[in-house]
């Protein structure tokens, strides 16, 4: 199955609706709270900006992402 591409981003959308200043790092535990509010729109952008660190090989709050040690 072919995979469809992503859409346009809105950058700083997750900032802006989680209230958080522009330059300021959203950490993992914030994301992972996002991920499981109420809100449908704040939780895909919450889940995206997680898989997106992961994919990238990027770090949240510290925590170093490997593709090694998925299981």
């Known amino acids: 199955m072919a995979m469809k591409p992503i859409g ?7 900032h802006a609706q989680a209230g958080i200043p522009q330059g300021e790092k959203i950490g993992k535990s ?3 709270a996002m ?4 809100n449908p729109k ?20 510290g925590v170093p992402f ?5 299981i």
């Open 8 to 14: 346009p981003i809105k950058k700083g959308a997750l």
């Open 30 to 32: 914030r994301l992972e």
């Open 35 to 38: 991920k499981n509010s109420g």
């Open 42 to 61: 704040m939780a895909k952008r919450a889940n995206f900006a997680l898989n997106m660190a992961y994919e990238k090989g990027g770090i949240v709050q």
């Open 66 to 70: 490997h593709k090694s040690k998925v």
